[in-house]
């Protein structure tokens, strides 16, 4: 019996083929990942004191309350720092694969990837702004496109 990947990866290879994998959704990251199929980007703001917090979780760092609204950002930011992966290669990744820390605008930091960058031309405080890509699934997932001047 043949794998997912065996029966269906023949026909679909090649350039252009979208092989990203889709996000790995829990109960606390879903209203994320849900706003970025819509192609919006969101963090949780606590609605006790007011502060907004990413990676997403069930409890406010600050004053321990379990209530928060999902408040929609303006996928703004910069570049905190990067990491440029060449090893171990998972084939459903080109590379290199740049891994991003992008302090957006409101004062959240994320985790993503660059692109539209050659890495020589990466720069630590470079403007950049949320982009999407597609998944396998037909899912989309943020990364980020320098800003150009
Ligand atoms: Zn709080």
Known sequence: MLSAEESGAGDEGGEGAVTRPDPLVT????????????????????SSCGRLRHPPRPMCPHCHSLDFTA???????????YAILHHPQ???????????????????RLMSNLRGVDPPDIRIGMK??????????????????PVRP
């Open 90 to 108: 998972n084939p459903l990744f080109e590379y290199p694969v740049l891994a991003a820390l992008v302090d957006l605008d409101e004062g959240v």
């Open 71 to 81: 408040q929609e950002l303006s996928g703004r930011g910069t570049l905190y720092s």
């Open 27 to 46: 109960e606390d990251s879903e209203v994320f990942w849900a706003a970025a199929d819509e192609s919006r980007l969101v963090a949780q703001r606590c």
């Open 128 to 145: 950049v702004q949320v982009g999407y890509e597609a998944t396998s699934g037909g899912h989309q997932v943020p990364v980020f496109d």
